[in-house]
């Protein structure tokens, strides 16, 4: 059963500071996929990422940056020099393949105070 | 631009009513899901279609049920709204495939059942 965890609950900084989001997941799979989505205050969660279990190259997206590691079985979302606009929630999921659905994790609350 | 509605963003109902929650997409996606989101339990799928009139349970089906007549249009139902259905209601569409497809969220629903 596919499964995913992320440990922080919430997580507090002040703005210009580096915040590194956890993601432990699950499966049996071994092909997948993993994403991370954000949802800022208005409720609409916009996707941010994808990666397939056969590419583990880190990747970077302006002041994101994403390091997936399967020997540890995490995809972890680092956000360099954050901003109060990165005040959200934020989920991390997997797929499996073959599986139309989606598994989520329980999310992790960042503010960012100026 | 992609798009998911959702039928309504706020909905009061009383306990016993019975319950429709929209959802309608423009990108042409064979596949549909309804999920609820509670704190502290990330989002969990209700429902999801993969194709019109077809229809697969999620993990917490119980007490919802859902119609897919149109492609474009996901409807879940309420039968007999209880207290502990209070929730954020998120509709989502994606593709159809092994590919991993990434889901595009609408705005949510938010239900109170008193």
């Known amino acids: 059963a596919q499964k995913v965890t992320q440990a922080q609950t919430e997580i507090s900084v002040v703005e210009k500071e580096d915040v590194t989001l956890d993601c432990v997941y699950e499966?049996?799979?071994?092909?997948?996929?993993l994403f991370w989505y954000k949802q800022p205050p208005s409720g609409e969660l916009v996707f941010l990422i994808r990666r397939n279990s056969f590419d583990e190259q880190n990747e970077i997206s302006g002041r994101y940056s994403w390091n997936f590691q399967k020997s540890t079985s995490s995809f972890n979302f680092t956000i360099t020099a954050s901003q109060v606009v990165d005040s959200a929630v934020y989920f991390c999921?997997?797929?499996?393949?073959?599986?139309?659905?989606?598994?989520f994790g329980a999310g992790t609350r960042l503010t960012v105070k100026p | 631009d992609v798009k998911v509605t959702q039928s309504s963003r706020y909905l009061v109902k009383r306990t016993g009513e019975k319950v429709f929650l929209e959802c309608v997409q423009d990108?042409?996606?064979?596949?549909m899901f309804w999920y609820r989101q509670d704190p502290g339990l990330g989002l969990r799928l209700i429902y999801f279609s993969y194709d019109v009139k077809m229809k697969e349970k999620g993990d917490i089906p119980e007490g919802y049920s859902v119609s897919r007549e149109k492609k474009e249009r996901f409807s879940l139902i309420l039968e007999s709204a209880s207290t502990n259905q209070t929730s954020m209601y998120l509709c989502?569409?994606?593709?159809?495939?092994?590919?991993?497809?990434?889901?595009?969220f609408g705005p949510g629903t938010r239900l109170t059942v008193t």
């Open positions: 999921a997997l797929s499996e393949y073959n599986n139309n659905d989606m598994r």
């Open positions: 499966t049996r799979d071994t092909t997948y996929y």
């Open positions: 990108m042409d996606h064979e596949n």
């Open positions: 989502a569409s994606s593709l159809i495939g092994a590919q991993g497809n990434e889901q595009y």
